[in-house]
Nanobody, 127 residues
Framework: QVQLLESGGGLVQAGGSLRLSCAAS????????MGWFRQAPGKEREFVAA????????YYADSVKGRFTISRDNAKNTVYLQINSLKPEDTAVYYC????????????????????WGQGTQVTVSS
């Protein structure tokens, strides 16, 4: 069992930056593949970024490529999402997710592939 807790959201002006954190608890939390998703009001949850268990492989949605960076510190059981050049359309609740990977390099982009979810952290970008 893995528990996920996101933090770092807030209200920021367009063009600003935030760093979201997702702390995972559980004996083997550091060995999970992780992902970030977001859900804007009235929209479906969408994939943002994913990182392999090893941290060596990452993948991004086209809409955030070049502005968002996912990383992890397995010693701290924490995954980060650095968000730069924020836009009003980035406003959403951001969720982190975890699952046991098939291999150390496995990545997952679909929400149904993940086993565990955090409660989310709100990011609001003002224009």
């Amino acid at each position: 069992q893995v528990q996920l807790l996101e933090s770092g959201g807030g209200l920021v002006q367009a063009g600003g930056s935030l760093r979201l954190s997702c702390a995972a608890s559980g004996r083997t939390a550091s060995s999970y593949a992780m992902g970030w998703f977001r859900q804007a009001p009235g929209k479906e949850r969408e994939f943002v970024a994913a990182i392999s268990w090893s941290g060596g492989i990452t993948y991004y949605a086209d809409s955030v490529k070049g502005r968002f960076t996912i990383s992890r510190d397995n010693a701290k059981n924490t995954v980060y999402l650095q968000i730069n050049s924020l836009k009003p359309e980035d406003t959403a609740v951001y969720y982190c997710a975890a699952r046991r990977p098939i291999t150390a390099m496995s990545l997952y982009r679909a929400s149904y592939e993940y086993e565990y979810w955090g409660q989310g952290t709100q990011v609001t970008v003002s224009s």
